[in-house]
């Protein structure tokens, strides 16, 4: 029973286009929604975070934008650039110092 | 270097025997959470400890496994009888706790390199 669920294992993107990451969960009770970064090797390193209050939060080239209504989230990067590539997380959280939950990743791949 | 710190990164245990992995969590961070990720699986749950207790377990398995976080040392993962599908690479985090880290309120975990173990 997965919470949240990322669709897309793996998506290719030219350099300098934009990359949108999507993701979806189930439970009502998530109020923040957070997207990690995975390089081969390395632990998850955080990126971006978007309260349940809020629709969109941007920083540099990264935007994240969140549709409560649908239960979905998206992750944008633009312009992608090939250190970009890795694999993308979204997790999810309820109110407190809950555990984060993960979707299965997005392998990205940003192509030169 | 003030990361959350694993070791060992790498470990190879036979079935039967034991592993043990440590964590010690960012300089400041009094929460620890342990997760494992299986081959083409994302990041499952297993445990999430303060100092001394054990806050959240549902995610470990009944058997076999346990975890801590004394007062003084760092956080241990154990695994008793590993066999095959244990093999996985182990991931602890931390975060502040209290005010959820950052000023916008989420839980930001801060993770480790992991800890890749091997069950031949």
């Known amino acids: 029973d997965q919470q949240v669920k990322q669709n897309s294992p793996s998506l290719s993107v030219q350099e300098g286009r934009i990359s949108i990451l999507n993701c979806d969960y189930t439970?009502?009770?998530?109020?923040?929604f957070l997207w990690y970064k995975k390089y081969p090797a390395e632990g998850p390193t955080f990126l971006i975070s978007?309260?349940?209050?809020?629709d969109k939060n941007e920083d540099g080239r990264f935007t994240v934008f969140l549709n409560k209504s649908a239960k979905h989230l998206s992750l944008h990067i633009v312009p992608s650039q090939p250190g970009d590539s890795a694999v993308y997380f979204c997790?999810?959280?309820?109110?407190?110092?809950?555990?984060?939950?993960f979707g299965k990743g997005t392998r990205l791949s940003v192509i030169a | 270097n003030a990361g959350v710190m694993q070791n060992p990164r790498h470990l190879v245990r036979r079935r039967g025997q034991e592993a043990r992995l440590r964590c010690s969590p960012m300089?400041?961070?009094?929460?620890v959470y342990w997760y494992r990720q299986l081959p083409e699986e994302g990041l499952k749950f297993m445990v999430y400890?303060?100092?001394?207790?054990?806050?959240?377990e549902s995610g470990m398995p009944k058997e076999r496994f346990s975890a801590e976080f004394p007062k003084e040392g760092p956080s241990i993962l154990r695994i008793q009888q590993v066999v095959r599908g244990d093999s996985a690479a182990y991931f602890c985090?931390?975060?502040?706790?209290?005010?959820?880290?950052?000023?916008?309120?989420?839980?930001?975990?801060?993770f480790g390199a992991g800890s890749r173990l091997t069950v031949l």
């Open positions: 997790a999810a959280s309820e109110p407190g110092n809950t555990p984060l939950v």
């Open positions: 300089k400041g961070h009094s929460h």
């Open positions: 400890l303060q100092k001394e207790n054990i806050i959240d």
């Open positions: 978007i309260s349940s209050i809020k």
């Open positions: 985090a931390s975060s502040p706790g209290a005010d959820r880290g950052l000023p916008s309120g989420a839980n930001v975990l801060t």
């Open positions: 439970n009502s009770m998530f109020d923040y």
